[in-house]
């Protein structure tokens, strides 16, 4: 079976450190950590290089046996400044993280390649990949604009995070990822959910904390995977309201690792 992370997202209310341990007895492999918020206000974990913190999560994950996976989550608003990443990068590269996941969030097409270019050229310093994802409600919003975005900026260390929500509720399809370059498909996140979208006032909703454990949904979730490349990076990303914390670690793990037994 291939090798399992966990998004943050699944487990939001968990600090760092207590997600990596509870991830590790779950099961998971990898997580991915939320060192940065999603927008002003948002929930998340801030932690700085070789700080006091930092040296007590790397001895968790060391104990775990887990990794990181990512780190998350910069949105490429036209207000965003490039150099203001570096401390994020440099708290990335010393938990081993393989990525930096970013959002497009300016409609300036030529501002926001020449922004997420520049971000890759900082990272690639770091020896981290930066990860594009698009999101329905997002400027950047379907699989072809992410990746017009990512090929316009030429750069080696760049990819596009493939979210399975995101790609079928943005009307994409497993037969648009067959002239992708797998260079860029380097690390995707499942979950489930019905085959039609919810009305459009509910999209966010449905993705912040409505989504479905693989398997307990009608997405094409394997075809997805058979279109991707073989080692891609599998995380699962399944928020809900009815579970939290541990719990929802465990159920997503049990899930993924049933359904993926059976394709």
């Not at 997600?19 to 991915?32: C, H, M, T, Y």
């Not at 990860?131 to 604009?145: C, G, I, K, N, S």
């Not at 073989?230 to 579970?243: A, F, G, K, L």
């Not at 541990?246 to 394709?263: E, F, G, I, M, N």
């Amino acid at each position: 079976m291939k090798t399992l992370g966990v998004a943050h997202l699944t487990a939001l209310d968990l600090a760092p450190a207590v997600l990596v341990r509870e991830a590790g007895r779950a099961g998971f492999a990898a997580v991915g950590l939320r060192l940065h918020p999603v927008q002003p206000g948002a929930r998340a974990y801030p932690v700085a290089q070789g700080s006091r913190a930092m040296g007590e999560l790397k001895a968790v994950m060391a104990g775990e046996g887990v990794q990181v996976a990512d780190i998350e989550f910069v949105a490429l608003t036209p207000e965003v400044q490039v150099a203001d990443c570096e401390a994020l990068l440099a708290a990335g590269a010393e938990l081993g993280a393989q990525s930096l996941t970013v959002s497009g969030d300016d409609p300036d097409h030529a501002r926001l390649t020449q922004r997420f270019a520049a971000l890759c050229e900082l990272a690639s310093g770091y020896g981290l990949r930066v990860d594009l994802e698009f999101m329905r409600w997002r400027p950047v919003a379907t699989l072809q604009h992410a990746l017009a975005v990512v090929t316009a900026a030429g750069q080696g260390n760049s990819g596009v995070l493939l979210d399975a929500l995101h790609l079928f509720r943005s009307g994409g399809d497993v037969a648009a990822l067959a002239g992708v370059d797998p260079g860029y498909l380097r690390a995707v996140q499942l979950c489930d959910a019905p085959r039609l979208a919810p009305v459009e006032a509910l999209i966010i909703q449905e993705a912040r904390e409505g989504r479905l454990l693989p398997g307990l949904g009608q997405l094409p979730l394997a075809a997805l995977l058979g279109a991707l490349p073989v080692d891609v990076q599998i995380s699962v990303e399944t928020p809900t309201r009815q579970h939290a914390g541990k719990q929802s670690l465990r159920q997503a793990y049990d899930a993924t690792c049933s359904w993926l037994a059976c394709v």
